[in-house]
């Protein structure tokens, strides 16, 4: 089943402790992105990758890290958590370019963090 | 100004009746436009997408694009209370290093009344 897998799908976690949310998806997509939603604000990219090793931040990439080793991964790191970190994360992945259903985002079914 | 702007509503429909979701974007090169719907506690699935000038029909949903005005709308015909849900507007964006990023509009919540 074509699918974007993350872990974990719940976490509470203390200020300052590293953590790392994984994705990965099983369709070839070139496209891989963060995203967080939080109550008001809707969806706001935090990075996004539209390769192996090619990386770019989105709207609100403070305090997040990424990388993109394998075409199929794409980890999001929070080195030091902080409280308004708290939210809903998506990662999504869509092929790229100008092939029939480019950029059409396939979501993971999300991962929601608490920092306290 | 945001680069996608979408009245959060909520918009409340009897069943059976026309729902019209509007959406506006402010980067004038955008060549690909998006509407997704989100249940609540579950991630946003494409509903339509647009990449043409005027109407899109698919099913009981149309997509209108006007680009001259920066502006997209999403129309439901026949609204059904499962129609009930966030719906998000998304565009993709251009880079300076080529590539594209998509940026989404805060959503429109939606009722359908029974």
């Known amino acids: 089943e074509a699918q974007v897998t993350q872990n974990p799908r719940y976490l509470i976690t203390v200020t300052g402790k590293k953590l790392t949310v994984t994705c990965s998806q099983n369709m070839n997509h070139e496209y891989m992105s963060w995203y967080r939603q939080d109550p008001g604000l809707g969806l706001r990219q935090i990075y996004y990758?539209?390769?192996?090793?090619?990386?770019d931040k989105g709207d609100v990439p403070e305090g997040y890290k990424v990388s993109r080793k394998e075409k199929r991964n794409f980890p999001l790191i929070l080195e030091s958590p902080s409280p308004n970190q708290t939210s809903l994360y998506f990662c999504?992945?869509?092929?790229?370019?100008?092939?029939?259903?480019?950029?059409?985002?396939?979501f993971g079914a999300g991962s929601r963090l608490t920092v306290l | 100004q945001k680069e996608v702007e979408q009245n959060s509503g909520p918009l409340s429909v009897p069943e059976g009746a026309i729902a019209s979701l509007n959406c506006t974007y402010s980067d004038r090169v955008s060549q690909s436009f998006f509407w997704y719907r989100q249940y609540s506690g579950k991630s946003p699935e494409l509903i339509m997408s647009i990449y043409s000038n005027g109407d899109k029909e698919d099913g009981r949903f149309t997509a209108q694009l006007n680009k001259a005005s920066q502006y997209v709308s999403l129309l439901i015909r026949d609204s059904q209370p499962s129609d009930s849900a966030t719906y998000l507007c998304?565009?993709?964006?251009?880079?300076?290093?080529?590539?594209?990023?998509?940026?989404f509009g805060a959503g429109t919540r939606l009722f359908v009344k029974a």
């Open positions: 999504a992945s869509s092929f790229a370019g100008r092939r029939s259903g480019a950029n059409v985002l396939t």
């Open positions: 998304a565009v993709n964006i251009g880079t300076d290093t080529g590539g594209f990023k998509t940026i």
């Open positions: 990758s539209m390769n192996v090793e090619v990386t």
